[in-house]
DNA sequence: TCAATAGGTAACCTATTAGTTACCTATGAA
DNA sequence: TTCATAGGTAACTAATAGGTTACCTATTGA
């Protein structure tokens, strides 16, 4: 859970998600091709995101294929949704709890 | 969104955002007691969820009472929603288009 | 009033992150 | 076959993150 919303904490890396979802099957050339900083940088936040399996890649040839992963995300969305009601659940038993007069 | 990420990024803030959602206006001292780190670092937790909005305080008297928001929350949560949306639009775009036979 | 309590600041240390350059390996096409 | 291309590895640097101790300030209750 670390490692994807690390991952995630990156504008470039999020701009990597889109270009590769939206190019599934790309190079890493490809990608460099969106950012100013060196390949080598690219790759380092490319590894990111596979340790974060936000990406997996397949190599064919001499070229690296990218693929986005959209699974971290359902499971982010799906304990997120947990949580968010969770969240919400904790605010309404406080709001019952301070409407009821009991103390702090 | 780097430092709503980043500030979700750690297990321990992750926890204190439990904690304090369970204990509203609770105490700086309140959360250290579920920390074996010094208070300093606590502290400093709490500076970044303060940052990314997760958490808000008041002083009152010589304590600081800590409040969870969730408005950070809800808007990543539409964010990440219309993201996600948009991912699988791309995923059945690509789908459709192999399907149609067209080349890469 | 004065000591205990709650919190804040400063200075420092270490590990991690994000970038760099230099160099190496393997594939594919002329 | 040989050279341009795609990618990978190593070693280094600078900045940031996360922790520490020491010390300071302000409130509160006995």
Redesign the pocket.
Known sequence: MDKLF?AL??A??REILDIVRDAPGC????V?RYF???????????A?LEEARLLV?E????????YFNATPIQMIYERWTTEFSAMWAGRLTEFKRRVEGDKT
């Not at 190079?27 to 490809?30: E, G, R």
């Not at 100013?36 to 490319?46: G, T």
């Open positions: 690390q904490a990156s470039p890396r190079s890493v050339t490809h460099c100013d900083v060196s390949r080598i940088a690219v790759m380092k936040h490319l990111v890649s190599k064919q040839g001499r070229t690296r294929r990218l």
